[in-house]
């Protein structure tokens, strides 16, 4: 099954606070798992990534943890700012055999001022 | 990581019309994608442009609606032919070197925003 499911659809949060976006996966043939944000107009672009056999990155305010065990990953933004509202978009990739990433539903951040 | 250039940038054409997106990047890459985002929805792939051989298109796209030509390590097209006002969407370039610096880091392009009245 090459889907990853992605959630919440929105979420809103206060400057300072925390944000948490999840996905989950079926597909054992997934390699990498990137974090991609899109602002209005512009294409996707790389935030973080993670490979399934690290338990955590962390790069400046943003975290990825990866269960590999419940296949499931998910995006932690500490201290929120109001300009990282955007869509987040969770992906994987598969690299054997075809090789294509595929994305999540996306999640639209909205933080307040 | 590659820069993408993506023409046009946005376009309104005529139902029953065709319409080819350029995607041009800076530098060779191995892997170019084309992707398709209806408004507010995620991203699906529409097929992987192979230089040199025929693409390789993903469940529900088909070579006959979306002809995809990709010519050299720089340089790929699509066409969205015969149109009909479900195509209306933004088209989007992406590349990666599979080996690199380029490697891991899929790079997309600004999208092609289409409408199709």
């Known amino acids: 099954q090459q889907q990853v499911k992605q959630s919440p659809q929105s979420l809103i949060v206060q400057k300072g606070g925390i944000s948490i976006i999840n996905c989950a996966y079926e597909?054992?043939?997934?390699?990498?798992f990137p974090w991609y944000q899109q602002f209005p107009g512009k294409g996707p672009a790389l935030l973080i990534a993670?490979?399934?056999?690290?338990s955590e990155k962390k790069e400046g305010r943003f975290t990825i943890s990866f269960n590999k065990s419940a296949k499931q990953f998910s995006l932690h933004i500490m201290d929120s700012q109001p300009g990282d509202s955007a869509t987040y978009f969770c992906?994987?990739?598969?690299?054997?055999?075809?090789?294509?990433?595929?994305f999540g539903t996306g999640t639209r951040l909205k933080v307040l001022a | 990581s590659a820069v993408i250039s993506q023409k046009p940038s946005r376009d309104i054409c005529q139902r029953g019309t065709s319409l080819t997106i350029q995607c041009q990047v800076d530098?060779?890459?191995?892997?170019m994608f084309w992707y398709r985002q209806q408004p507010g929805q995620s991203l699906t792939l529409i097929a992987t442009?192979?230089?040199?051989?025929?693409?390789?298109?993903e469940s529900g796209f088909v070579i006959d609606k979306f002809p995809i030509s990709r010519p050299n390590l720089t340089f790929s097209t699509l066409t969205v032919s015969n149109m009909s006002p479900e195509d209306s969407s933004i088209y989007l370039c992406?590349?990666?070197?599979?080996?690199?610096?380029?490697?891991?880091?899929?790079?997309f392009g600004a999208g092609s925003r289409l409408t199709v009245l």
């Open positions: 597909n054992t043939a997934f390699d990498y």
């Open positions: 992406s590349v990666e070197d599979r080996t690199g610096p380029g490697a891991n880091v899929l790079t």
């Open positions: 530098s060779q890459v191995t892997m």
């Open positions: 442009a192979n230089q040199g051989s025929e693409a390789t298109y």
């Open positions: 992906a994987a990739r598969v690299s054997s055999g075809t090789y294509k990433y595929i």
């Open positions: 993670i490979r399934p056999d690290v």
